[in-house]
């Protein structure tokens, strides 16, 4: 079978907001009059979506269920999208609707265009708090100015990607995973479309405040050195600091001065180098759990049940 467009919806406890989310991407891929897909990734949820998702798929052949054996993550679940897409444009959409389906049209006009990744730009935010919404910010602007690939500012998955894009992307088999910026990183011709993301349809955040961290994290240590190289810096500021201060506490003692009597001066400055020395092991340990966790090999995800075809 022949398609022009493939949706991709990580799925994970979203069960009141599927049948709105089929219904109005039935609605606005059907106005295209070009065949199309919705490919549903269930990612181990327990509210009852894998049933709903099971029940859309045999009432539209349209919809493709991919079922995981248990959570793997978000941006696992987006990487199953990819896998079993077999659109020659494929569409990364949230599931809980604040990416509205109506935007695709926009994506798909620019993507006719040819251009070969076209990103939703969020230029409004509806329904969130101020901390979440200034927290997003400094996020993407941080990412901007110290990851190696420049990353949109105010981007998320949402997006659509050429059938050959997404060939390379599924060439790309990391486990800390961070698609955003690997479908910037790959380079194509892209371009950015502006929307305003609505309120969430039903449910609560799948991203709290921890998970943005850890996204952080891995968007950090994918796509940066920079955590490494402060390290080194704090190194060389902490021996340049212990250089400089030997003549002067020579010159101190010498003099018989009394402002280094005491054990305050040492036990601040044991306590400073121990600090920068936890802090430099600390982030060589993130990128070595990295590491350890590619030399193992295991699978990105398991699925219990895939479409046939």
Not at 109 to 128: L, P, S, T
Request: positive net charge; glycine residues 8%.
């Amino acid at each position: 079978m022949s398609v022009q467009y493939s949706i991709v919806a990580p799925i994970y406890n979203e069960v009141e907001s599927l049948p709105e989310l089929h219904r109005r991407v039935s609605a606005v891929m059907d106005t295209t009059g070009e065949a199309w897909e919705l490919v549903l990734v269930d990612d181990g949820s327990s509210d009852g979506s894998t049933e709903k998702i099971r029940e859309l798929a045999d009432k539209d052949n349209r919809v493709r269920a991919v079922i995981f054996a248990r959570n793997f993550g978000h941006q696992i679940a987006i990487t199953a999208g990819w896998d079993y897409a077999r659109g020659n444009a494929v569409i990364i959409i949230d599931a809980d609707l604040q990416d509205p389906p109506e935007v695709i049209l926009e994506l798909v006009k620019k993507w006719k265009e040819g251009y070969e990744v076209v990103y939703a730009v969020r230029a409004e935010r509806e329904g969130e708090s101020w901390f979440k919404t200034l927290t997003a910010s400094l996020f993407y602007r941080l990412i901007y100015r110290i990851t190696d690939v420049k990353i949109p500012l105010d981007t998320g998955d949402f997006r659509l990607m050429d059938r050959k894009v997404v060939e390379v992307l599924k060439q790309m088999r990391e486990r800390h995973r961070f698609p955003r910026g690997m479908s910037a990183w790959v380079g194509f011709k892209q371009i950015g479309v502006n929307y305003k993301r609505a309120a969430r349809h039903a449910g609560v955040t799948k991203y709290p405040f921890n998970k943005m961290v850890r996204l952080a994290l891995n968007a950090i240590t994918s796509f940066s050195y920079l955590p490494l190289q402060v390290a080194t810096f704090f190194g060389f500021a902490s021996a340049g600091i212990a250089i400089l201060g030997i003549p002067i506490v020579i010159l101190l003692r010498v003099s018989g001065s009394p402002q280094l009597i005491g054990q305050a001066t040492t036990l601040i400055a044991v306590l400073f180098l121990g600090g920068v020395q936890l802090i430099s092991l600390g982030i060589l340990g993130e990128y070595i759990g990295r590491l350890y966790d590619e030399a193992k090999g295991r699978p990105l995800y398991i699925v219990r049940e895939a479409p046939k075809d």
